[in-house]
């Protein structure tokens, strides 16, 4: 009976132990578990400031090549840069536009068209890994679009060409340019706040060439538009004298000579009031 009593002892240590054995090697894994994700956190932690940083060193910076800060451009504009290799892509966005991915390395390019006129600013970062660069930006103004629909006149007036263009959104000023061939150099020649303007030219027989650019007194002058040609109405003979009973075949008409002018047409009416 005692041998039975002595044995239940033994085994109710041996049970005892086990159960305390057992907590502690659950304590222990539970800590060993949580310390091994903890240090998995902290060590993506460091990784992934590792990452950050190295996406601001200048060598993984994107950089832009045109235009540069403060720079006037005519539409449509067109950003150039360069980014390392080792990064996966960029993101673009002008002013608070939506981003654009780019994947284009090392170098890149993105077109802007139809912006306002004025000032605007372009935000690139760089991706890797997930994880994103700090912002560069560049700021640039945006000058008038080219004047579109420019029509100089035919031949409508005896002094003049009148030209006329379509309006440019955001253009305080339109400057008229003037050439005596579609490709040679064309001369200012005035500007004006509205969408016409007349050359108060005095020659005759010339073909004359027009361009016009838009101008904004925060983002300068447009491009040229495209040209047109145009002239003014030939001024007719003047001093005309027909001989009166000088000839017994003929009546004889004289008159000064016009400059430019090839050939002379002679019409005859039997009433002074056909001036056509």
Aim: proline share 3%; with cysteine.
């Amino acid at each position: 009976m005692k041998i039975m009593n002595k044995k239940k002892k033994v085994y109710l240590y041996l049970l005892v132990l086990i159960i305390i054995f057992i907590s502690f090697s659950f304590i222990q894994g539970k800590n060993i578990f949580w310390g091994f994700k903890d240090k998995i956190k902290k060590e993506s932690g460091i990784e992934y400031k590792i990452k950050q940083d190295l996406l601001n060193t200048p060598e993984f910076l994107p950089r832009i090549i045109s235009p540069s800060e403060g720079d006037i451009v005519t539409q449509p504009v067109t950003i150039k840069g360069t980014i390392s290799i080792q990064v996966d892509h960029i993101e673009i966005k002008l002013d608070d536009g939506k981003w654009k991915k780019i994947t284009e390395k090392p170098s890149w390019s993105n077109t802007y068209s139809g912006m306002s006129v004025g000032k605007h600013t372009v935000f690139i970062h760089a991706i890797k890994d997930t994880i994103q660069g700090p912002d560069i930006s560049l700021t640039f103004y945006s000058s008038p679009l080219s004047p579109t629909g420019v029509i100089a006149s035919d031949g409508t007036y005896i002094d003049k060409v009148r030209i006329i263009w379509n309006s440019v959104s955001g253009a305080e000023k339109y400057y008229i340019y003037r050439s005596t061939s579609s490709g040679g150099t064309y001369t200012e020649i005035g500007n004006t706040n509205a969408i016409t303007f007349d050359d108060m030219i005095i020659v005759n027989n010339t073909v004359f060439y027009y361009k016009i650019k838009a101008y904004s007194s925060s983002a300068g002058y447009s491009g040229f538009s495209h040209f047109n040609d145009g002239y003014r109405l030939f001024s007719g003979p003047t001093g005309i004298v027909a001989s009166d009973g000088t000839y017994i075949d003929k009546v004889q008409i004289t008159w000064n000579s016009v400059t430019g002018a090839e050939k002379y047409y002679v019409y005859r009416s039997r009433s002074k009031c056909m001036d056509n």
